[in-house]
């Protein structure tokens, strides 16, 4: 068995600096958790779902998809894209966000292979704590998730000995790389959060597939005011945009998150937009997530990590729409 | 396929042609031998790609020439916002960006030995246009052709040339009309709304696929029109049009319910489109 | 206090003075809640952890299709609905205010009333006194300290745009970053962008942010946005005797021009 007493783990995350990895772990700003690069002397937060996601390692918020040379002529070649792929250990992250990066993995290499997704995915190694709480937003275990789940990690990281140690369990190669790093030892794992199922996934994903026109939809998004926080926060949440951005040496076309929640996501150049209102966008957020996905990758698009919930000052809570579309199904 | 997914091709612009009002066709040539066989090695009629100005941005098009005509692809656009602008604002021997071929195609092999008839309006025959070229390209192996083409006015018809030769060929028949109030007093086609000139004509369905693009109104009008007549609705083949980025099945943009335009489209037989949600159109 | 809020609220909805009224929901968080039945006012509370302006939803479409519609509203919202007014961004006598604060139910007002009500019960309202606090400790920085400090704040922003969409004065029907000829504001979640955005954004609010402090709330990133507003509504105060909220016909600072204004920066 191999055993980290829990207030050693920064020794770990040192010593995995020491051997040249990037180190991406839940650090404490000030109230504020947050998923960022850790240096030495961060107080690592480990009993929160962080504002950010597993997700911005491999699939950043902004990113250079193509570039060009100018020229004053008019003309333009294009320019060498570096990829930046640093070894990266991502320690403690919720089994959630492991879980995410499976579904993203699928449409990220759905026929089309995107070169960056993949080449940050194979240096990034995945370490994840299981979870010994969970707050009333979460709700993993209605999605096929778990507190302890091991979905697209490379390691867990279980509480044990009443919090005071961690096992440390291999799930891939790259996870028993980093066994040597930890010591031999021996503790009594603790029993993961218990977090009871709120709603039946499958079955919601059959409702969405026959009710696209259901009056539903029509009062179900009054609170939701269109903004991507909701879509930005989620670990599976993958739209984006393609915009150039140029002086007069260089382009720079960008990949920018986008979110199928702003009023300009769908619109046509004729003005035309097949998801005129917020309804319509809500809708397509839940069917995406529910039916549309698992109709084509066999997973849902969502983890329930309760992100979307948390933060949403309109108290738009994709769980409880879950519910109250199973109650409807009834 | 395809790691590094938005590089794209190089293109040159051959020539350019006004077709009407805000709408110009480019003839492009590809930048090198090597990219033009790759890309021809993948094309088939039906495809979609990206064209764009670096610096302004990708705007999403159909390929308008058909794959037998390998030295060259073309498109035919409007002018409708910032980077339509910036591609009419290139001249002749300047050069844009390519991705693609992306999407389904026309299962062309599948209507050998069968009648067409290709019904489009408007801006909506430059799709079409590619199919038609490659079946009288390819004119042996199928049946009867006919092209039913409607535009609101004379000055709204694109590819008048070609319109001139189909009309001249003995192969295939060509029926084209404006709107009401659209016609100029030399003009010799017909006058109506497409639907209305399609019901006149009676196609025979035995046999025979129809193709189908144009404004959502002409296709709802029209589609009763053809089941009137009895053809099946997957012997009715039409484009979707969606607001499209990556074009390659990630930025999650472009679907209609479950179905992806950019990759399980844009070519869709009536059959399918009916299990598609309209209210997500 | 409830039980006052709640009767009238049904009244004006039994009487069809409002089909629908606004507020907050008895629910953690105290998300907004939509209220068309009288009988299910029993739904509407008011708290201080109530944070979401309501004033927002006046600008979304569906909502907009379903006036007369009443707002239950705490001074800061109370602010926001003058403003709202003075802007001709609401269609006469269409909303009232539910007025409410900390533990009592005000009563009724249409903008007017409610100007005529903040005049007499919270005139002068501006920042909180822990907010001035931030502000003060921020001010004691040197300007290369607070840079810094702006630009590790603005690099964690996504761009989600939450805090737009939880401001009432943003109610540009297609926001400047959605334009893209030219595209003045970069749309990628990085340094120069998210510093334009957000500066941007405050300013486009000076003199007319009533100080809810819903964009904060509303930041997934917990970014410090409310320090802004305040820096703004002082320098707007003590520039422009800018007091947004309180004259349902007053004249927004950057909106107006006096020949009285300060011409001396221009040489």
Known sequence: MKTIAIDRLPDLAQALSKAGYRVVAPVDEGGVVRLREWTKGLALALDAVPVNSVKDVLFPRSEVVARFALEESGGFTPAPLERSAPKTVVLCARPCDAAALSALDAVFNWDYRDGSYNARRAATTVVSLACFKADEHCFCTSVNGAPDGTAGADALLRPADGGKKLVFEALSDKGRQLEAMVSDGQAVPDAPAALKRRFDSAAVGRWLASNFESPFWKEAALACLGCGACAYACPVCHCFDLQDESDKKECRRLRNWDSCGFGLFTLHASGHNPRPDQSARWRQRVTHKFSIYPQKFKTFACTGCGRCARLCQAGMAIAETCERIEALGR | MNDDLYKPFLMRIESARDEAPDVRTFRLKFADEGARAEFFGRYRVGQFGLYGVPGEGESTFCVASPPTRADYIECTFRKVGRVTQALQDLEVGQALTFRGPYGNHFPIDSWKGRDLLFIAGGIALPPMRSVIWNILDRRAEFGKVAVVYGARSVADLVYKQELAEWAARPDMTLVTTVDPGGQTPDWKGKVGFVPAVLKELSPAAKNCVAVLCGPPIMIKLTLPVLAGRGFAPQDIYTTLENRMKCGVGKCGRCNVGSVYVCKDGPVFTLDELSRLPAGDM | ?267
């Open chain 3, 1 to 267: 206090m409830m039980k006052a809020l709640r009767e009238a609220a049904a009244k004006l909805l039994q009487e069809k003075r409002a089909v629908l009224v606004i507020g907050y929901a008895d629910r953690k968080g105290r998300p907004a809640v939509f209220v068309s039945k009288p009988e299910d006012c029993g739904r509407l509370v008011y708290d201080s952890s109530c944070r979401q302006n309501l004033a927002a939803y006046l600008g979304k479409p569906e909502l907009r299709a379903r006036l007369p519609v009443a707002v239950v509203a705490p001074p800061a919202v109370l602010r926001s609905l003058v403003v709202l007014t003075a802007e001709s961004q609401i269609p006469a006598g269409q909303v009232l205010a539910l007025a409410v604060d900390h533990d009592a139910f005000l009563g009724v007002f249409d903008a007017a009333g409610a100007a005529e009500l903040l005049r007499s019960k919270f005139p002068d309202l501006g920042p909180e006194k822990a907010l001035l606090e931030r502000v003060a400790e921020l001010s004691k920085k040197s300007a290369a300290e607070r840079a810094a400090f702006w630009a590790e704040e603005f690099a964690k922003c996504t761009r989600c745009y939450a805090c737009r969409a939880a401001c009432p004065g943003c109610y540009c029907s297609r926001c400047i970053v959605e334009k893209n000829a030219p595209q003045w504001v970069s749309t990628a979640a990085l340094g120069h962008g998210n510093y334009t955005w957000n500066v941007m954004r405050a300013f486009h609010q000076s003199g007319r942010c009533t100080l809810c402090g819903a964009c904060e709330a509303a930041c997934p990133q917990g970014l410090p946005l409310m320090v802004l507003n305040a820096v703004l509504d002082r320098e707007a105060l003590a520039e422009f005797d800018a007091r947004p909220g309180y004259d349902p016909e007053g004249k927004p600072v950057i909106g107006s021009w006096s020949a009285e204004d300060d011409h001396s920066y221009m040489r």
